[in-house]
């Protein structure tokens, strides 16, 4: 008798401390972390007068806070937003004819803001480990675009980046360590294309389409109000 009311006692706690910890409509969760935009290593050709040059560049990645803010339509549906301090990204020249001798130089650097907002779709389960999947959409804007002092000598000038909208995609998880903070994790891909525009010798005749395509990883840390 006195086992089966200690099980029965235990069942009660467990299943209270888990109820007390799900999600629930109406909850908002604050996030802030380490976010890396990881770039695509794809080479992007650069058009001269509509040719395509022997050059391509590339577009490194980058690390910084990240935020994300989120409210729960019920225990399984979210509408999340992700936001960011400024990424700045250095963009490398690659010159596999050697044209200008200036393969692997720094070309200049972009700054660019990716918000998103995704629908989130929590996988119900009892456990502390809430994995969930998203699909959003994304506006990325570039600005503060600037070539180094060594691409200015060859004669290149007023580079601009168009702003981007795609998709986005995610997974992700939450540990819920108690019934406000968690630890959360996710990885998701954002479609951002831009096209680029530059001056040579003070004629408008260089472009290009940058495919950045970034793999985005969090680690943040949550707080559920």
Do not use: W
């Not at 979210?78 to 250095?90: R, W």
């Not at 929590?122 to 959003?136: D, R, T």
């Amino acid at each position: 008798m006195k086992k089966n009311i200690l099980t029965l006692t235990l069942c009660t706690i467990l299943s209270t401390s888990t109820f007390a910890a799900d999600y629930q409509s109406g909850d908002i969760v604050v996030r802030g972390g380490i976010t890396n935009v990881n770039a695509s290593s794809d080479h992007t050709s650069i058009l001269l007068n509509n040719t395509d040059s022997s050059m391509t560049l590339t577009v490194d990645d980058n690390s910084q806070l990240g935020l994300n803010f989120l409210y729960f339509y019920s225990t399984n549906i979210a509408i999340e937003v992700l936001a960011a301090t400024p990424f700045t990204h250095d963009v490398t020249i690659h010159d596999k004819n050697a044209v200008l001798n200036v393969d692997g130089a720094k070309l200049g650097e972009v700054t660019q803001l990716p918000p998103t907002i995704s629908v989130l779709y929590y996988i119900e389960n009892q456990s502390a480990f809430k994995p969930y999947v998203g699909l959003g959409v994304n506006y990325t804007i570039f600005f503060d675009e600037q070539f180094e002092d060594a691409p200015k000598s060859l004669g290149l000038s007023n580079l601009e980046l168009d702003a981007s909208f795609g998709l986005s995609y995610q997974l992700g998880v939450d540990y819920l360590i108690n019934d406000n903070f968690h630890i959360n994790a996710s990885a998701r891909y954002i479609d951002i294309s831009t096209d680029a525009t530059f001056d040579v010798g003070g004629e408008s005749i260089g472009k290009a389409t940058i495919d950045v395509d970034p793999m985005v990883y969090s680690i943040m840390l949550g707080y559920k109000f």
